[in-house]
Nanobody, 116 residues
């Protein structure tokens, strides 16, 4: 069973930075687009914020373009999301999954709270 474990969330002030990590139990980066998603308070759907395919150009949602950077380390089976210039509206639970997502791969997520 494939497991994806997110970490790195926390409480940060507006304008601050965080780096999220997602470790995958198998190496799937060369086979699949991998993405970071988030679910903001009051919403049931998860929003894709960034995705990447091994060796390819990353894609970003307009709301995070220029502030977030997705990357991967294939040797560590880990993808990262560097988040800079954080805004209160970035507050959400962040998840990683394939792009498009698999219902079987959702983990617990990691909470990011941007507040002064």
């Amino acid at each position: 069973q494939v497991q994806l474990v997110e970490s790195g969330g926390g409480l940060v002030q507006p304008g601050g930075s965080l780096r999220l990590s997602c470790t995958v139990s198998i190496n799937m980066f060369s086979l699949e687009y991998m993405g970071w998603y988030r679910r903001t308070p009051g919403k049931s759907a998860r929003e894709l914020v960034a995705s990447i395919f091994s060796g390819g150009q990353p894609n970003y949602a307009d709301s995070v373009k220029g502030r977030f950077t997705i990357s991967s380390d294939n040797l560590k089976n880990t993808i990262y999301l560097q988040m800079n210039a954080l805004k209160p509206e970035d507050t959400a639970v962040y998840y990683c999954n394939k792009d498009p997502p698999s219902i079987n791969y959702w983990g617990q997520g990691t909470q990011v709270t941007v507040s002064s």
